[in-house]
């Protein structure tokens, strides 16, 4: 069964430092969204693609995040520079819209990022 | 804006028991409806959704959830839990205005004790 890659699995870096998550969609899904999960809340999305192209990045902070899907299949979630605060699951997800169908999202198993 | 709030926070049951966790939506159009549960470890996986026909949706491993339109909820249910149930859930809602944007609740946690 296709799943959602991502790495790194876990990330513990220094505040003001660069950090870096990837992640490979299932094979032909069109449409990745970046979910971040705080401890003991639900996963709140970050940011939406649809093939290469941004469709809502309305919740990213953009002083310190972006994220990029340069040709439409893998993507890379940044922030620079990280802060106490950014610790949290990074989730990945992606989705294919089927006619008549609910549109599913599958998630990838995320990547722990501990800030320090 | 669309909002999901999961009535409890952690639930303790004993093996057979039977479960409802408590889901209620804050948006007045279309929505689509699911349940993901996150076993210790793993990733989030989908165990049922819902979007159009019969509000009563059943999803894997016996779990069932039901669409009450006039109650805004979408409680999920099973009759008889086990040991290997014990994860978290999340109720998430889509649709809408926020094409594709999934809305989750907080999560509850359940344990089962055997």
């Known amino acids: 069964e296709a799943e959602v890659a991502q790495s790194p699995r876990y990330k513990i870096t220094e505040k003001s430092q660069a950090v870096a998550f990837w992640c490979d969609p299932i094979?032909?899904?069109?449409?990745l969204y970046w979910y971040r999960q705080i401890l003991g809340q639900g996963p709140e999305l970050l940011v939406q693609f649809q093939d290469e192209s941004v469709v809502d990045d309305s919740q990213l902070p953009k002083d310190r995040f972006s994220a990029e899907r340069l040709k439409g299949v893998d993507s890379t979630l940044k922030i620079q520079p990280a802060e106490l605060g950014d610790s949290a699951m990074y989730l990945c997800?992606?989705?294919?819209?089927?006619?008549?169908?609910?549109?599913?999202?599958?998630f990838g198993p995320g990547t722990r990022l501990l800030v320090l | 804006a669309q909002s999901v709030s999961q009535h409890n926070h952690h639930v303790i049951l004993s093996e057979a028991a039977s479960l409802e966790l408590g889901c209620n939506y804050s948006y007045g159009g279309t929505v689509n409806l699911f349940w993901y549960v996150q076993y210790p470890g793993q990733h989030l996986q989908l165990l049922l959704k819902?979007?159009?026909?019969?509000?009563l949706v059943k999803g894997i491993k016996g779990f069932e959830a039901e669409f009450i339109k006039s109650k805004f909820s979408f409680n999920l249910r099973k009759p008889s839990v086990q040991w290997s149930d014990t994860a978290e859930y999340f109720c998430?809602?889509?649709?809408?205005?926020?094409?594709?944007?999934?809305?989750f609740g907080q999560g509850t946690i359940l344990t089962v004790h055997p």
């Open positions: 998430a809602v889509g649709g809408g205005t926020s094409y594709g944007k999934l809305t």
């Open positions: 819902y979007f159009s026909g019969d509000p």
């Open positions: 997800a992606s989705s294919l819209r089927l006619a008549g169908e609910a549109e599913t999202q599958y």
């Open positions: 094979s032909g899904h069109a449409t």
